[in-house]
């Protein structure tokens, strides 16, 4: 290492939401314009990189954890620089050294651009640098603002797990302060991207060969931007990105319920490219509890949502999240969540026992008193159902035609590494089902026309079929040539 002919090599690994698995997309660009190269293993590697997440403790253990075993490595080779990004470096700023002592750098999620820089000063000044944000008390609103900067233009199409399909950060940060979670702390106050800026980048994947686009924020349908006189919401942002050609595909996540406003449901149904497929998590199905998460809404609220959704848009997706065993959550509370994924048979859910998080409202005035085998048992119960409704709902589809964006080798096919053809292949409808289907890889990065024969909870099996197809949701009718 350090004879200067050979590239830097750089190790990265990510945990958490979609947020992050973007955020380490434009670390490793931005790295490699300083002549790094990917490695495929610490061991190697003369930068070690964490983008981590704070929202459940596990996420944090298995960092730590990750950390502990690179001590030894450490010792060997004490140029290697080890650097943790992301929440949970805001979280806990310089403690991650107290867990940590030969960790060198602490970069929270709105310092991101300043990872290389901080790299080369920590090998050159054999110090530990922290790049983090101001927290949400400590500072005027805009200096706070101006602390969490997003990091965005860096697209890398070799840097994501396919060329075709990429996230796009519409909204920075979150304003909702959930009682529960600890985003609006890591991430900051809400700021929605000026729409120019997100256009701009939506041309420059679609250039890329990019055609598939996720718009993403934590609540992503409050987008707003306020030019002035021009107010600018996510049903103009769809607008415009329909407009891109290239793009054929738009999907938008986490929606939060009571923004689910009708120009946006109607933006969906007018717009083809955009997928009738909405992520907007419900947490839990009884009014007391939500009252005591503080999210804003009543479960009569979320029901005229849906109401709604299924007025305006018959045939779409929804997909939700829940928390099992929030403080005080009763026998009772949880049954309530029970009959709502009963009835409104969502596509999948994200199924979480609850976990207090210093800092949060709930952490410092609402005691943790659901046992852990309570929360474990709910959690199992919940998920068994979901799972049955998943694989009721996805037989449905057993004869009918989907549209498929190929993503690339199936799982098991990259387990295998048989050399076809044919190969297991994988991709997704434009409701955000899994669709695994033989072909060539010669297909990857195609739309296809695939007819169902099998399906479990997870997954539609099915075989590529020639013809032209219309959309309506998942379903699509073909026409033979
Ligand atoms: N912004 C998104 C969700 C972000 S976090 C939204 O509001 O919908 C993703 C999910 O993690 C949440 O929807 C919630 O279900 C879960 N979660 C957040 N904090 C948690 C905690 N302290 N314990 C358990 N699950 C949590
Ligand atoms: Fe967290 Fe609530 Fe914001 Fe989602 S809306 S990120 S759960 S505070
Ligand atoms: Fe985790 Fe931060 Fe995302 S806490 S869920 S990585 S916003």
Redesign the pocket.
């Known amino acids: 290492m350090g004879d200067g002919s050979m590239a830097k090599k750089l190790y990265i690994e990510t945990v958490g939401?979609q947020m992050n698995v973007l955020d380490s997309e434009m670390v490793v660009a931005s790295l490699r314009r300083e002549g790094y190269e990917l490695a495929a293993s610490a061991d190697q590697a003369d930068a070690i990189l964490f983008n981590t997440c704070s929202?459940?403790q596990h996420a944090e253990d298995k960092v730590y954890s990750a950390l502990g075993t690179l001590k030894r490595l450490k010792q060997q080779r004490p140029q290697c620089v080890i650097g943790v990004l992301g929440c949970m470096a805001q979280k806990d700023q310089r403690q991650v050294f107290e867990r940590a002592p030969y960790v060198d750098l602490v970069v929270g999620p709105g310092q991101l651009h300043r990872v290389p820089e901080l790299i080369e000063a920590a090998r050159s000044e054999k110090e530990r640098q922290v790049a983090v944000s101001l927290d949400r008390t400590s500072g005027t609103l805009d200096a706070i603002r101006r602390s969490h900067e997003t990091f965005d233009p860096l697209r890398d199409p070799a840097m994501r797990p396919t060329p075709f399909q990429a996230y796009l950060r519409i909204q920075i940060g979150?304003d909702?302060f959930?009682t529960?979670?600890?985003?609006p702390n890591t991430r900051g106050p809400e700021q929605g991207r000026a729409p120019g800026d997100i256009l701009a980048e939506a041309r420059v994947l679609a250039d890329q060969g990019c055609r598939e686009v996720t718009l993403l924020g934590?609540?992503v349908n409050s987008y707003r931007h306020v030019d002035g006189e021009r107010v600018t919401r996510l049903s103009d942002l769809l607008e415009a990105v329909a407009q891109i050609d290239g793009i054929r595909r738009i999907k938008f996540v986490?929606s939060?319920p009571l923004d689910m406003t009708d120009d946006l449901l109607d933006a969906v149904r007018s717009l083809e490219k955009c997928s009738p497929y909405l992520h907007v998590?419900l947490?839990s199905g009884s009014d007391e509890v939500l009252r005591r998460m503080k999210r804003g809404y009543t479960v009569a609220q979320y029901d005229e949502m849906m109401q709604r959704i299924a007025e305006r848009l018959p045939g779409a997706a929804v997909a939700s999240?829940?928390?099992v065993g929030f403080c005080g959550e009763t026998e009772w509370d949880f049954e309530q969540t029970v009959e709502a994924v009963r009835k409104y048979r969502f596509k999948n859910s994200?199924i979480?026992?609850?976990?207090?998080?210093p800092g949060?409202k709930a952490a410092d005035r609402i005691p943790d008193d659901v046992p852990y085998e309570v929360k474990q048992r709910r959690n199992r119960e919940l998920l068994a159902l979901q799972n049955a409704i998943s694989e009721e709902d996805n037989q449905c589809f057993i004869g009918q035609t989907v549209e498929v964006l190929v993503e690339g080798l199936s799982k098991a096919a990259r387990q295998r590494k048989s050399a076809g053809p044919p190969v297991q292949l994988t991709g997704r409808t434009p409701c955000d089902r899994i669709v695994v289907f033989e072909g060539n890889e010669r297909q990857i990065g195609q739309f296809l026309p695939v007819v169902v024969y099998e399906a479990n909870a997870h997954t539609l099996f099915g075989e590529v079929v020639t013809g032209e197809y219309c959309h309506d949701g998942d379903s699509v009718q073909l026409t033979l040539p």
Not at 180 to 183: M, P, R, T
């Open positions: 939401c929202v459940r979150c909702k959930c529960y979670c600890v985003v934590q609540t986490t939060y998590p947490q999240d829940f928390i994200f979480f026992k609850y976990s207090e998080r949060t």
